[in-house]
């Protein structure tokens, strides 16, 4: 029992952090604030930045939102930055709802609203732009709140979050709030080397435990299993539950199957009445009965699985909706709603759909109703009216944030999302549901990582609401229960920095400090704090090496001789016989090459056998118009083949000729039977050919004739080499190749510490040293002096452009490729500067005027210029034009509808207006560097592009 001076002080401290800031801001909140989030308001209220990393749903932005009422208390301003416009949009309106509209702003590039309040919201774009241009909102701002900062790795956009941090005053408060890393307290470190230096400057606060548990489970056919032996499979479990491992190993020796559903509706046309199930199986809050024992139950899929409708079924049964499945498919997304309405599925009331319905016609009202049937608008609402959604970046922006505060609020119970959602706003579920652990990461299929996989279930469990939250991955054969607990048992998810100079930043540096200092700045990047780093363990291996190798030298010596000598012949002349055999092998493969060059349409040459046959008759060759590099031929068993080099040992041998059929078509597989046929009873096959181009035979080309030279010189020094080794004293010696081996282990032990040093060197001031090459590449185009030391007047004009492809649109600008275009055209050319085509579209693009074609030609020399550029001055290449959308984009500008604009494209409508949007963004750049006459025709431009569905959106 505590005594009554300590009851005393106790009251004491209880009564002061009542009255603190901090104590009021608690007192104000409808729930009681976890440890972390009261050490970390504590440590603000002191004037510490801080770091917070915390799981999803943990309830870290309370943090952020005690330094904005800080800011308020204390007169200052506070800016709330972000990585999208959504997640700028919800955070706008939850601060509103607390400081009220007249206090709070939102600055997102294409939306201003009040924005010299105390208080605003922008994405962390708009704040780097304001401090590169010495905004005059900067002026009294405190405190800086870098919500999601971990997207600083992302790879196209993280750099701008190194910027702002670097770049902020010492006297700014930066709260850093991020998802789970497991290199946190490095990233504090460097937080407090950029931020002041002491450990007051930047406090660490890394919570890993879920204020709600999360639970693991796995779905085979329509049965759902805990992932984890112990009970619920939570957290700090790690044996996978061997009853889901036997349940598993019977599906997969079961063969035979057949729909469960089958004679089931089908489709629309077959949707059956709907119905209204309240939950069963578990509480309201997500709870479940642990003395149900689950009965295996086989899937509607081949295989077992079960269908979308399925899982939703069973997930409503148990009580674990409200649930987002992930799947990672645009078109699956769409489709699974469309098999939800198919099979006539309802999981809310009826007179709960007719509010929604309602309330979707009120939002879509500025929308024109002759383009809602091109948005899918009446599947969307009726999906909506019946407790479900798809939800995806291809979907118009409209409809997604309509979905997002439907779901929020708990009136849409299921929803199918890509993984987009989990980086984006507030959206919490009580289950998350994984159809696939692959996903297309832009440019191929890659499994989902353990830092992916933790994001995407991190949604599960809404605090407050539920007492646990639910991940569940659907089992499909192929799939590995001990690798998905793999997945989510993992805690380590580093975070690493993507941060790169690029030329805007060059010079928006340079003219803001000088190019000295920015060397400097750019020194303090979290790039170079992690390379100088991972320098500090190669730099030991270094050392260590170094002694390993005075060792080396002490066993190899000799008392005939200098040993170290006579071991670095023998080394050269190893080396000198290994290059001979490369240069051997160069000489051989540019014959091979030139023989496939000088082969013609109706030789037969020999082949090696095997599966392709043995003789091939060749259909076309290099020296055919438009034709492959490589030869096309039929084989003598009918199929098609290009030749390559790497499919030949010598020189490919001409054995006959044989008459092509002047219609012959290679894709009927008639017409090659034929010919194959032919080619077997024309041409006699040989024996198996050893003869080739005579080696050492008079070289044909420039590349052939140097390797031949190098041959030839090689077997010199060869000579040379053996000569003086036999002369050698040391070759005598009785313990000669024992001493021999210590020298061979020096020289392997010598190329290993030369290549560390290398990577020492190479990894050693790289973020300066690639700005240094970018001034001297800007210096050269005249954006900076010749010195390098300042900004000239077109490089003024390079600040305002912070577009990827910078150099190209302020070389566009300086040469005039826009002055003769009109406003749709415009927006057609600049549309190619900033879209990226999905996967691997293929295609020429439709170009709507001369004057585009023009211009675009024009920029596309441009590119390739700056490309060589960048390439002489070692730097990183861009990537390359694009104008699959610049006929869209051009009759949207003109005025047409979004039917006529959509009908003849392979975009959706989403897409098409975040590619609207990105091209307004960069016509704004324009209008700012650009001459009177390109800006008023980018103001045209835009004033144009922003009407119906762009302008009626209000996240993108």
């Known amino acids: 029992m505590a005594s009554p001076a300590e009851r005393y002080v106790r009251s004491r401290e209880q009564a002061t952090w009542a ?74 309106h939850d601060l509103v709802a607390r400081h009220g509209a007249d206090m709070v702003g939102l600055l997102t590039g294409d939306a201003s609203i009040n924005g010299d309040a105390p208080v605003v919201v922008m994405t962390t774009e708009v704040l780097r732009n304001m401090m590169y241009a010495s905004s005059s909102t900067l002026t009294g701002l405190g405190y800086v709140v870098m919500d999601e900062v971990h997207y600083l790795a992302d790879r196209w956009r993280g750099a701008v979050w190194e910027e702002v941090i ?16 497991s290199n946190a307290e490095e990233f504090g470190d460097w937080l407090r080397t950029v931020r002041g230096g002491t450990p007051e400057s930047m406090r660490v606060i890394v919570a890993e435990h879920r204020p709600v548990p999360l639970w693991q489970h796995m779905m085979v056919g329509t049965t759902m299993f805990d992932l984890f032996v112990n009970e619920g499979g939570g957290e700090g479990s790690t044996r996978v539950n061997p009853e889901l491992l036997q349940r598993i190993s019977q599906a997969e020796r079961s063969t035979g199957w057949a729909r469960e559903d089958a004679g089931a509706p089908r489709g629309r046309r077959g949707a059956v009445q709907g119905r209204y199930v309240s939950h069963r199986g578990r509480d309201d809050r997500g709870r479940r009965p642990r003395d149900v024992t689950p009965v295996p139950e086989r899937g509607a899929l081949p295989g077992g699985a079960a269908s979308r409708a399925q899982v939703i079924d069973r997930l409503e049964r148990q009580g674990l909706l409200p649930a987002i ?44 109703p002759s383009d809602l049937g091109v948005l899918g608008y009446h599947d969307f609402v009726e999906g909506l009216s019946r407790g479900f959604a798809a939800h995806h970046a291809g979907m118009l922006p409209l409809f997604r944030e309509v979905v997002e505060e439907l779901f929020t609020v708990g009136r849409v119970r299921a929803v199918f999302a890509t993984e987009t959602l989990a980086l984006g706003i507030n959206m919490p579920a009580r289950t998350v549901v994984l159809e696939k652990l692959m996903k297309f990461n832009g440019e191929s299929h890659v499994p989902v ?14 605090r407050g609401i539920d007492v646990e939250g639910h991940a569940v991955v659907l089992w499909r054969r192929g799939v590995d229960p001990v690798e998905i607990a793999g997945l ?24 803001q400090y000088g190019r000295a200092r920015a060397h400097e700045l750019l020194q303090s990047s979290f790039a170079q704090f992690q390379a100088d780093r991972s320098v500090v363990g190669l730099t030991t291996r270094v050392r260590e090496n170094q002694t ?150 008079q070289p044909d080309d420039g590349a052939t004739e140097t390797a031949y030279s190098s041959v030839r010189g090689g077997e010199d020094r060869v000579d040379e080499l053996r000569s003086r080794l036999k002369a050698h004293p040391c070759h005598a010696c009785p313990e000669r190749e024992e001493h021999a081996r210590w020298a061979a282990r020096w020289w392997k032990l010598r190329r290993e510490t030369d290549d560390l040093q290398r990577r020492v060197s190479n990894r050693t001031n790289t973020v300066a040293t690639t700005f240094e090459r970018i001034c001297d590449l800007l210096s050269g185009l005249g954006y900076l002096t010749p010195d390098g030391q300042a900004v000239t007047p077109e490089g003024g004009r390079l600040r305002r452009i912070y577009t990827e492809l910078d150099l190209v649109v302020a070389e566009a600008l300086r040469r005039g490729t826009w002055a003769r275009l009109t406003a749709p055209d415009l927006a057609a050319v600049v549309s190619a500067l900033v879209h990226e085509a999905r996967g691997d579209a293929v295609g020429v693009p439709r170009i709507p005027t001369v004057e585009v074609e023009e211009a675009l030609g024009e920029m596309a020399v441009i590119w390739r ?39 003849d494209g392979d975009l959706s409508a989403g897409d098409f207006v975040r590619r609207c949007k990105q091209v307004v963004d960069l016509l704004g750049q324009i209008a700012q560097a650009a001459d009177p006459h390109v800006a008023r025709t980018a103001r045209q431009a835009n004033d144009t592009i922003l009407r119906g569905v762009v302008a009626a959106d209000r996240l993108d």
Request: proline residues 6%; aromatic residues 6%; charged residues 25%.
């Open 19 to 92: 009255a603190s800031p901090a104590g009021r801001f608690a007192s104000s909140l409808d729930f009681d604030l976890d440890p972390f989030q009261l050490e970390a308001i504590a440590a603000v209220q002191e004037g510490s930045g801080v770091l917070v990393a915390a799981p999803t749903g943990s309830g870290k932005t309370v943090v952020g939102e005690f330094a904005v009422a800080q800011a308020l208390e204390t007169g200052r301003k506070a800016f709330y930055t972000t990585p999208i416009k959504a997640l700028s949009n919800q955070k706008y």
């Open 166 to 181: 670097i770049h902020l005053p010492p006297s700014v408060q930066v709260v850093s709030l991020s998802a789970t890393v």
């Open 325 to 368: 499945t992930f799947i990672f498919s645009r078109a699956g997304c769409d489709g699974a709603v469309q098999q939800l309405l198919g099979r006539g599925t309802r999981l809310i009331p009826e007179g709960d759909g007719s509010e929604i319905r309602n309330l979707v016609e009120r939002r879509v009202a500025e929308v024109d």
């Open 449 to 462: 990582t353990p830092a992916e996989y933790t994001q995407l279930t991190g949604r599960a469990g809404r």
């Open 488 to 511: 989510a048992s993992t805690r380590t998810y580093p975070l690493r920095s993507s941060f790169r100079p690029s030329s805007n930043m060059a010079v928006n540096l340079v003219a």
């Open 548 to 697: 390993a190798l005075e060792g080396y030298a002490e066993a190899m010596e000799c008392d005939r001789g200098d040993f170290s000598e006579y071991g670095r012949m023998r080394h050269q002349l190893g080396e000198l016989e290994k290059k001979m055999a490369r240069g051997r092998q160069v000489e051989r493969r540019a014959d091979i090459a030139q023989g496939l060059e000088d082969l013609e349409p109706g030789q037969v040459i020999q082949l090696d056998g095997g599966r392709k046959g043995t003789m091939a008759v060749v259909l076309r060759s290099p020296r055919t118009p438009t034709a492959s590099p490589e030869p096309s031929v039929l084989t003598s068993n009918g199929s098609l083949q290009r030749l390559t080099v790497a499919g030949f040992k010598d020189v490919p041998e001409v054995i006959g000729t044989l008459r092509i059929p002047q219609h012959f078509n290679p894709r009927s597989p008639r017409s090659r039977k034929d010919l194959a046929s032919a080619l077997r009873d024309t041409v006699r096959e040989p024996p198996p050919s050893r003869k080739g181009r005579q080696r050492g035979a």
């Open 865 to 903: 210029e700056v490309a060589t550029l960048k390439s002489e001055h070692h730097l990183d290449g861009d990537r390359e034009l694009d104008a699959g959308v610049a006929w869209m984009m051009h009759r949207w500008t003109a005025g047409r509808s979004l039917d006529e604009v959509l009908r």
